[in-house]
């Protein structure tokens, strides 16, 4: 794409026009889903890219065989593009500090700077912002890995067009693919015999494209709001009908009822963490609530994606204080409480935070900063050897950063999720095109 | 060589002696539905198909009692002659309702006046009333394949300001036209070329994504033998198109700038495109002395490969799967007619394999129209109806990916609760502004006899043969 050509207010327009809309759709459905909701999703597959489907009505002789999986990848993606040099600060670079005169972070141990600017302290290049605490505890405790650096290869700083090809899990967006990177690998890798409805499940109002040509895969704004408010004797004649055909929507639906009773036995809004965590009260923190009690209960979550954000920070990002200090709050206080609600059934948990790309080096008039190329990327669980920045750092020296004036991606977000399915969720096939190396957050 | 980007709404019939009746009904949209589907006895078909209604259910957005009592009369034959013409005189109220639509009405310059929420709103209002109302219910079918075909993502950006003037002044207008004529239009609509950034694509800064989409999705298809030099200079060609964005100027309105058109020679599927042309690198050249008449779109369209792929897609859209021997006649028959499209799907229609083919499962969009059909429902589309259009998963004009919405049964099988949801709550006539009337409709009496009357036409819309066509 022709960058020169694309000013930083259209393509942020792309995204906010986007954003307005899905709200729009949300304001507007809050009538008629509150309560029901198990809207949208459906494995959406390009028809042309799946042809045997057209064929064939009853599906039950081409699943393959799944084993048991008891392990789950829960995915955060941060919407907007989030600023990975203000989240994991290379806090010894003086091209940063230059780079950045209001908006950056001080040095644990700088003299002149507040407490509040201080980052908390890493190695001698690196320390989490003072928001991302939990994140500085996990990754002391060893189960917090991190990559810097990281993004896809597409250059547009377009939201759109970043957003759309890191979840279908491309390099660059040429590539002729029309599934979410989550939806290929559940097809292809994990397709069961028997099919489980909560497989894959996303929270919010819409299935993100990464699910995108998934088997299974149901979006549900909240699991405590699921419920299938039908007259009793409509529902009794709908399970009849639905009992006994073999073509795929009389399967589905049949799927639908076994989801809705194996929900049933779980009440939503009176379960209660373990380990006397409190989550925070936020539409993520809420989300890794029900991620973990779904976890806990044993029913087959396999992949659970959450969203977040936005992180679009032209304008009042601030530094220790502004709006992506609140989203890290948010971020790190809601993915503490996960983990430790968890315990020890963390040791079957991967969570991933990514975003579609980081931000410009320089800060700009407005107390932001604009689109960029690399940010950071986190994994986190009970395997993951923790404790490390992974990858290669580029530096900020300006013979080293992209024409725009941008951190270069030097690592592939690819080859870190491929590590993650092969070594957490025992993936077979990877969903990417050919992704080459290893970082080694479960060690090599 | 003039693109035309300024053309008047037309293709509705009798449109002008319908904008005094619009005009005496406007805002008073209950009414226009009352008189669109005026109240009477229905009798609503066994759930399993006879053949007679398999035909009339994959020609149409779903058969009514009126359209089998039809069929019978006039007779196999006749019935497909007059779908394939799709010039019945539309429902003066029909035609009424849509003239108060102004994304049908006004150019995009003066949309952008406009509230975007509203104008999707009537994007997707637009689409459900054509679809069940329309007298010509095979052109309609023809629409949402073609509008499919040629997918926009009308939230990218501005889209939804463009898809209105496109749907209606390029995908209806040729629906039933010559496919030729409906690449050239479309590829020109500024829909399309925002969409896929034909208007980011210039001379020695090449932006390949629509040559790219126009060889693998609208002509040669995936498998059709083309490379990438042929995408590249596919991409030259449709090089220096923009969309107005001065100031003074109206926006929105197609651009060609000779500057940024890259002039030099091309050669294209191996058919060569001489130096010195600008728009009729893709027109071609009406100058009888140069040496190659036909451009871009002459050489896609009449490519076999493009009717090998059209001929696949159309036999799995109507008849529901493969059929080697009928797509083969499909694709002679577009090759002879030079890409007439009534010519093209007219095996379709007249084999076996349109009833006897695989089930294809009804998409969100067919189920919500066949649903309003069977029983009988007024409706101005409005908003409380769209929601579960949305929530079933297929807002028109919203699926982001340029190959439109798929036609698979596992696509579409993860949501059921909210078919359910829908069924109920048109049955119960729970759906501000759409109205189905239960006193008038008969169901077949051993279908759930004894259950209350809303419960039984939920039931029949919400049962797993009716999500099938």
Not at chain 1, 2 to 25: M, N, P, T, W, Y
Not at chain 1, 412 to 423: K, M, T
Not at chain 2, 161 to 173: L, N, T, W
Not at chain 2, 233 to 250: D, K
């Amino acid at each position: 794409m022709d960058l020169d050509r694309i000013s930083k207010d259209q393509v942020c327009e792309d995204f906010h026009q986007a954003e307005e809309a899905r709200r729009e759709r949300t304001a507007s459905f809050s009538s008629t889903r509150r309560g029901l909701l198990a809207t949208a999703s459906l494995g959406l597959v390009s028809w042309m890219a799946n042809k045997s489907a057209l064929a064939q009505v009853k599906i039950s002789e081409e699943k393959q065989k799944g084993e048991k999986n008891d392990h789950t990848l829960v995915v955060v993606f941060l919407r907007g593009g989030a600023d990975g040099l203000n989240m994991v600060v290379p806090y010894e670079d003086d091209h940063y500090h230059r780079a950045r005169p209001n908006l950056r972070m001080f040095g644990p141990k700088d003299k002149g700077a507040a407490a509040a600017r201080k980052v908390l302290k890493i190695d001698d290049r690196f320390g989490f912002h003072p928001a991302l605490a939990d994140f500085h505890k996990l990754y002391e405790d060893g189960r917090l890995g991190l990559l810097h650096a990281c993004g896809s290869g597409d250059g547009s700083r377009s939201h759109f067009e970043a957003m759309a090809t890191m979840e279908r899990g491309q390099w660059n967006p040429a590539e002729p693919v029309a599934s979410g990177w989550l939806g290929r690998w559940l097809t292809e890798d994990r397709a069961l015999d028997k099919p489980n409805p909560l497989q894959a499940v996303a929270w919010g109002d819409t299935l993100p494209d990464m699910l995108r040509g998934a088997p299974q895969a149901i979006s549900i704004a909240s699991m405590a709001e699921f419920k299938l408010d039908l007259p009793e004797d409509l529902q009794k004649e709908l399970r009849k009908m639905y009992g006994q055909g073999s073509d795929e929507m009389s399967l589905a639906g049949g799927t639908t009822f076994e989801l809705l009773d194996r929900l049933e036995s779980i009440d939503f809004k009176t379960a209660q963490p373990e380990n006397g965590v409190t989550y925070p009260d936020t539409g993520l923190g809420k989300g890794l609530k029900e991620v973990a009690t779904l976890i806990r209960a044993g029913l087959g979550l396999e992949v659970a994606c959450l969203d977040h954000g936005v992180w679009d920070t032209h304008v009042a990002q601030g530094a220790d204080i502004g709006w992506q200090p609140l989203l890290m709050t948010e971020l790190s206080q809601a993915i503490g409480a996960f983990t430790k609600d968890l315990g020890k059934k963390l040791d079957n948990v991967t969570v991933v935070v990514m975003t579609e790309f980081g931000r410009r080096l320089g800060e700009n008039n407005g107390l932001g900063t604009d689109h960029g190329r690399a940010s950071v990327f986190f994994a986190i669980g009970g395997k993951v050897k923790g404790g490390k920045v992974y990858g290669t750092w580029p530096g900020l020296d300006p013979k080293n950063l992209d024409e725009v004036g941008d951190m270069k991606v030097t690592n592939d977000y690819r080859v870190a999720l491929a590590e993650i399915l092969r070594q957490e969720m025992g993936a077979k096939k990877l969903p990417f095109n050919n992704p080459q190396g290893l970082y080694g957050f479960y060690g090599t | 060589m003039e693109v035309s980007r300024r053309k008047v709404l037309q293709s509705g019939l009798g449109i002008g002696a319908a904008i005094g009746l619009g005009n005496a009904l406007s805002g008073c949209g209950a009414v226009t539905a009352r008189m669109v589907a005026p109240r009477r006895e229905v009798e609503l078909p066994e759930l399993k198909r006879s053949p007679e209604i398999a035909f009339l259910d994959r020609t149409s957005f779903g058969s009514t009692d009126a359209d089998l009592k039809r069929y019978r009369e006039e007779g196999k034959e006749a019935t497909i002659k007059r779908l394939l013409a799709a010039n019945e005189e539309e429902p003066i109220a029909l035609t009424a309702m849509l003239h108060k639509f102004d994304v049908l009405r006004m150019e995009s310059v003066e949309l952008f006046d406009l509230p975007k929420a509203r104008v999707v709103d009537q994007l997707q209002a637009a689409a459900i009333v054509r679809a069940t109302y329309s007298t010509n219910q095979l052109q309609e079918r023809m629409v949402d394949f073609w509008s499919n075909h040629f997918n926009v993502f009308a939230l990218k950006g501005d889209g939804a300001f463009y898809k209105g003037r496109q749907e209606q002044d390029s995908v209806r207008k040729h629906a039933m036209g010559n496919f030729r004529d409906l690449l050239a239009s479309v590829s020109e609509s500024v829909s399309m070329i925002t969409y896929l950034d034909s208007d980011r694509n210039e001379k020695g800064k090449p932006n390949e994504n629509f040559a790219r989409e126009i060889l693998e999705l609208h002509t040669l298809g995936v498998d059709g033998g083309y490379t990438q030099k042929d995408i590249q200079e596919v991409a030259r060609c449709f090089s220096g198109w923009m969309v107005e964005t001065r100031h003074f100027r109206p926006k929105g309105e197609f651009r060609f700038e000779i500057e940024k058109h890259d002039q030099g020679e091309k050669l294209v599927l191996g058919k060569k495109i001489p130096a010195g042309f600008g728009l009729e690198d893709v027109v071609g050249s009406t100058d009888e002395h140069r040496d190659h008449p036909g451009g871009v779109y002459d050489i896609l369209a009449a490519h076999p490969a493009t009717a090998r792929h059209l001929a696949r897609k159309l036999v799995a859209w109507f008849a529901g799967g493969r059929d080697e021997a009928l797509e083969k006649q499909v694709a002679a028959s577009y090759l002879k007619s030079k890409g007439d499209i009534r010519a093209t799907i007219r095996p379709i229609l007249e084999s076996d394999f349109l009833v006897s083919g695989p089930p294809r499962v009804r998409r969100p969009f067919e189920f919500l129209v066949a649903s309003l059909r069977r029983a009988n429902a007024q409706t101005a589309g409005d908003g409380p109806l769209q929601e579960h259009l949305r929530s079933m998963g297929q807002a028109m004009y919203e699926w982001p990916m340029p190959d439109g919405y798929p036609i698979d049964a596992r696509s579409w099988a993860g949501s059921m609760v909210p078919r359910w949801k829908f069924a109920h709550a048109l049955a119960s006539d729970a759906i501000r502004g759409t109205n189905v009337h239960l006193a008038d409709l008969t169901l077949p009496t051993d279908f759930l006899a004894s259950a209350k009357p809303e419960v039984r036409l939920a039931a029949y819309l919400s049962a797993p043969e009716f999500q099938w066509i």
